[in-house]
Structures are given as C-alpha cells and as structure tokens.
C-alpha cells in the first residue's frame, strides 16, 4: 500500500529553478520579459473595445499613451508572480542550456579521439 500511496504524492516544488544555473540571473530576465509580452498581449484586446471618450482624451497620444500603459502592466503583473509562465520558461530553457552543453561536451570527446 506504500508504494500506490507514493505515486499520489506532489513531487517538491522548487522555488528557484535557476539558482546554481550558469547565466541564471539572464535566463530569469529572459523568462520574465517573455511573460511581462505575453500578458501584455493578452491585455491589448480588453483595452482595444473600451470606447475612447473623445471629450477628456483620444487621437494619437491615446493610443500611444495606452500602448505604453499595457506595456507596464505586463511588467508589473509579471514582475508580481505572473500568470505562471516564466517558471515553465525558464525550466525549458535550463533544459536547452544543459542539452547544448552535454551536446558540446560529446563533441570535444569525439574530437579529441
């Protein structure tokens, strides 16, 4: 019965994927922005329907200004925890980074032969 009960147990959740992580602090940012863009993104049609009310605002400053708005609630949502993607990108991208270097690794092995 142990052994059915373990299967069922959550594996432990890591807090810091990068930590000990060659370019880690890098592969954060990266992770980061690229979430920071994507909720960016998903924002812009919610603030695209809202009607502009031409009496206190509108024209191209509007449209600059609140580009430049949901640019910063990207970050800031981000930055906060986000919707959970930066720690899956950056997962992946600890994955590349050991890949290529196990895949560099071999290729000196062989070229040393």
């Not at 959740?13 to 920071?36: H, L, M, R, S, Y």
């Not at 959970?84 to 070229?111: D, F, P, Y």
Request: avoid cysteine; hydrophobic fraction near 35%; proline fraction near 4%.
């Amino acid at each position: 019965m142990d052994s059915t009960l373990s299967t069922y147990i959550a594996p432990p959740v890591i807090t810091d994927p990068t930590a000990g992580v060659k370019n880690g602090d890098k592969i954060k940012k990266a992770a980061q922005d690229f979430e920071a863009m994507f909720v960016t993104e998903m924002l812009r049609p919610i603030f695209d329907r809202e009607e502009i009310d031409s009496t206190f605002s509108g024209g191209s400053s509007e449209k600059i200004y609140r580009s430049m708005m949901l640019d910063e609630y990207g970050k800031s949502i981000a930055k906060a925890g986000g919707i959970g993607i930066a720690k899956n990108v950056q997962a992946e991208m600890i994955k590349l980074q050991e890949l290529q270097s196990k895949n560099s690794m071999e290729t000196k092995n062989v070229a040393s032969r």
